[in-house]
């Protein structure tokens, strides 16, 4: 390609180099400090802070039994699950892209981390978590935050269902008191739970683990702005304190948080965990902007910045590793609980960080006596709270399509991973879509001249010679071959008229496909016209070749179908051999009548 004298100046002159490399440079910045925190989304927190520092110090509540929960659940202990609650909250709060979004430990993510913990130990899930942080931060400034609007929602609610029974079966083993269950699958170390139990039954975890959930479940119905998974973990601790119950409690937890460190990390081991921190990222990314954007539907004008958003969630993947924290996400529990105690800024989401580490430095040796079955009981309460049956049963009367793509989502998610599902069940609705899209796709016959201002014994000439076809919906891949080779069948005919005005899109396979049927039309002796395709629709028939030239192109396609059928009329009527051009008519040239082409 010939470049032109400006192009050429430009391309060996150093000063145009540097100009646009301070170009490329300045987009650069823009792009960054679009990303970053700005003052004004603080003001309203810091001018009134009442609200925030109130919703801040209920979500730390909600948050604690939550986090120690999740960080025994993922194999590193609840002194993990805390230090990501404080770390990654505190740096997703400021940098994050939802002013409401409350980040830490959150059961799906537990799920992934631990098969992790079992085949890389403690240091391959922190080494996991720092990978995805970086994974994250790129994915923010390539900009994929956006993606999300695409999540179909049946595989969301068969996610979500999905993650709601895998964390149920986690907190099985210590419901029941089971310290050691054997399994690579959640839902087989829970069957083997049940195993032992049933070999020597022990009531009184079990018992614990149900009262503490039943009290939550009822008292948030009755009472939903009390904490009363606190209230009741705090009442199962004190009486299991004050009876001398015999059930298994937390354990000593540090009394604070150590120097930042990258001892975890072995630079050998990296290409291992590569694959673990890409579904680590991918589980992040999702369930965090599916939170955010639960919490802009819980607020009234109010919209998160999905770039931003994954930016924070890097930043505080990244962090969180460095004081032995686990991965961490958008909470949708927490920050529900978080909008609907009222907050207004960023404030409640770094007030609530700030009350765990409060907790963390003051409260230790009362949180080590926490029995583990009453945070069993904690988690089975918010497994319950996280499906949404009223969308479960909406969705599978909306459609069939739709009922299979949740079931199956919700099955592997169950049965295999969390990634996996998602990944199958976007799968199953792209599959699905294309199928209903082919189905409505659709070629027919249609009238000539559907106002009939022809002889009657022309129109019976003209049905011997002339058929015409409509082709409607998309031409692409999975509805072509149905259609097209249909149209090749067409016999004892002289012109065949494709009218394309209602076609939606055409791909490289439909064109390849409407391609072979003209070609075989037409070694058969029969002219095939096209009247009324858009010009993107004929751009990839001439690049395949129907038009071996531009004459050619010119006599076969026609801007509307009373041309092509003036010009059809002209083929296998004599009479009609030197009619003038129709009136105002486009695409094809008046001399072209002249002498028409046969095939």
Do not use: C
């Given at each position: 390609?010939?470049?032109?004298?400006?192009q050429r100046?430009?391309?060996?002159?150093?000063?145009?180099?540097a100009?646009?490399?301070?170009?490329?440079?300045?987009?650069?910045?823009?792009?960054?400090?679009?990303l970053?925190?700005r003052?004004?989304?603080?003001?309203?927190g810091l001018?009134?802070p009442r609200?925030?520092?109130t919703?801040?110090?209920?979500?730390?509540?909600?948050?604690?039994?939550l986090?120690?929960?999740?960080?025994?659940s993922s194999?590193?202990?609840?002194?993990?699950?805390?230090a990501?609650a404080?770390?990654?909250?505190a740096?997703?709060?400021?940098?994050g892209g939802?002013?409401?979004?409350?980040?830490?430990p959150?059961?799906?993510?537990?799920?992934?981390?631990v098969?992790?913990?079992?085949?890389?130990?403690?240091?391959?899930?922190?080494?996991v978590?720092?990978?995805a942080?970086?994974v994250l931060?790129l994915l923010?400034f390539?900009g994929?935050g956006?993606a999300?609007?695409?999540?179909?929602?049946?595989?969301?609610e068969?996610?979500t269902?999905g993650?709601a029974?895998?964390?149920?079966?986690?907190?099985?083993?210590?419901?029941?008191?089971?310290?050691h269950?054997?399994?690579?699958?959640v839902?087989?170390?829970?069957?083997?739970a049940?195993?032992q139990?049933?070999?020597?039954p022990?009531?009184?975890?079990?018992?614990?683990a149900?009262?503490?959930?039943v009290?939550i479940?009822?008292?948030?119905?009755?009472?939903p702005?009390?904490?009363?998974?606190?209230?009741a973990?705090?009442?199962?601790?004190?009486?299991?304190r004050?009876f001398?119950?015999d059930?298994t409690?937390?354990g000593?937890?540090p009394?604070g948080?150590?120097?930042?460190?990258l001892?975890?990390?072995?630079?050998?081991?990296?290409t291992?965990l590569l694959?673990?921190a890409?579904?680590?990222a991918?589980?992040a990314?999702l369930?965090?902007?599916?939170?955010a954007?639960?919490a802009?539907?819980m607020?009234?004008?109010t919209?998160?910045?999905?770039?931003?958003?994954?930016?924070g969630?890097g930043l505080a993947?990244?962090?969180?590793?460095?004081?032995?924290?686990?991965?961490?996400?958008?909470?949708?529990?927490r920050?529900?609980?978080?909008?609907?105690?009222?907050a207004?800024?960023?404030?409640?989401a770094?007030?609530?960080?700030?009350?765990?580490?409060g907790?963390?430095?003051?409260a230790s040796?009362?949180?080590a006596?926490?029995?583990?079955?009453a945070?069993a009981g904690?988690?089975?309460?918010t497994?319950?709270?996280?499906?949404e049956t009223?969308?479960?049963?909406a969705?599978?009367?909306?459609?069939?399509?739709d009922?299979?793509?949740?079931?199956?989502?919700?099955?592997?998610t169950?049965a295999?991973?969390?990634?996996?599902?998602?990944a199958?069940?976007?799968?199953?609705?792209a599959?699905?879509a294309?199928r209903?899209?082919?189905?409505?796709a659709?070629?027919?016959q249609?009238p000539?001249?559907?106002?009939?201002?022809?002889?009657?014994?022309e129109?019976?000439?003209?049905?011997?010679?002339?058929v015409?076809?409509r082709?409607d919906?998309a031409?692409?891949?999975?509805?072509?071959?149905r259609f097209?080779?249909?149209?090749?069948?067409?016999?004892?005919v002289?012109?065949?008229i494709?009218r394309?005005?209602?076609?939606?899109?055409i791909?490289?396979?439909?064109?390849?496909?409407?391609?072979?049927?003209?070609t075989?039309?037409?070694?058969?002796h029969?002219?095939?016209?096209?009247?009324?395709?858009?010009?993107?629709?004929?751009?990839?028939?001439?690049?395949?070749g129907?038009?071996t030239?531009k004459d050619?192109e010119e006599r076969h396609v026609?801007?509307?179908?009373?041309?092509?059928?003036?010009?059809?009329?002209?083929l296998v009527l004599?009479?009609?051999?030197?009619?003038p051009a129709?009136?105002?008519?486009?695409?094809?040239r008046?001399?072209?009548?002249?002498?028409?082409?046969?095939g």
């Open positions: 390609m010939s470049m032109s004298t400006d100046d430009a391309a060996t002159d150093p000063g145009a180099e100009a646009e490399a301070g170009t490329v440079v300045v987009r650069a910045a823009r792009s960054v400090a679009a970053m925190p003052w004004s989304e603080w003001k309203p001018r009134s609200a925030d520092l919703a801040g110090l209920v979500v730390a509540l909600v948050a604690l039994p986090a120690l929960g999740f960080g025994i194999g590193l202990g609840a002194a993990a699950g805390l990501t404080v770390v990654a909250g740096v997703a709060a400021v940098f939802s002013r409401f979004q409350v980040s830490g959150t059961g799906a993510m537990t799920v992934v981390l098969p992790i913990f079992h085949e890389h130990g403690a240091s391959g899930v922190l080494a978590g720092l990978v942080g970086v931060l923010a390539a994929i956006r999300v609007r695409f999540m179909p929602a049946p595989v969301i068969g996610f269902a993650i029974v895998v964390i149920a079966l986690q907190q099985v083993p210590a419901a029941l008191g089971i310290a269950a054997e399994g690579e699958k839902w087989q170390s829970a069957f083997d049940v195993r139990f049933a070999d020597r022990s009531l009184l975890p079990a018992a614990v149900v009262l503490v959930a009290a479940l009822i008292g948030g119905r009755y009472l702005k009390l904490p009363f998974s606190l209230v973990v705090v009442v199962a601790t004190v009486v299991a004050l001398h119950l059930v409690r937390i000593s937890i009394s948080f150590g120097a930042p460190s001892g975890f990390l072995d630079p050998g081991e990296l291992s694959a673990p890409l579904a680590v991918a589980l990314a369930e965090s902007l599916l939170s954007t639960a802009d539907s607020s009234v004008g919209r998160h910045d999905p770039d931003r958003e994954l930016l969630q993947n990244i962090a969180a590793p460095l004081f032995g924290g686990v991965p961490a996400t958008g909470a949708i529990a920050t529900a609980v978080n909008v609907r105690s009222g207004r800024s960023r404030l409640s770094l007030t609530h960080a700030v009350v765990l580490a907790i963390v430095y003051l040796p009362l949180v006596q926490i029995p583990l079955a945070l904690v988690l089975l309460a497994t319950v709270r996280m499906v009223a969308s479960i049963v969705i599978t009367r909306a459609s069939r399509a009922a299979v793509v949740m079931t199956v989502t919700f099955l592997v169950v295999l991973d969390l990634v996996t599902a998602v199958v069940g976007v799968g199953f609705a599959v699905l294309l209903a899209v082919a189905k409505s659709r070629i027919e249609v000539l001249d559907e106002e009939g201002d022809h002889a009657a014994e129109q019976e000439l003209l049905r011997e010679h002339i015409a076809y082709i919906g031409l692409f891949f999975a509805a072509a071959h097209l080779l249909e149209l090749a069948d067409v016999t004892d002289q012109v065949v494709l394309m005005s209602r076609v939606t899109a791909d490289a396979t439909g064109a390849i496909v409407l391609k072979d049927a003209i075989k039309l037409e070694h058969r029969i002219t095939v016209l096209i009247s009324g395709a858009r010009p993107e629709h004929l751009r990839p028939l001439s690049a395949l129907v038009f030239t050619s026609f801007a509307t179908t009373p041309r092509a059928i003036a010009y059809a009329r002209m004599p009479e009609h051999r030197h009619a129709v009136a105002g008519a486009e695409g094809t008046p001399e072209a009548f002249e002498a028409p082409p046969r």
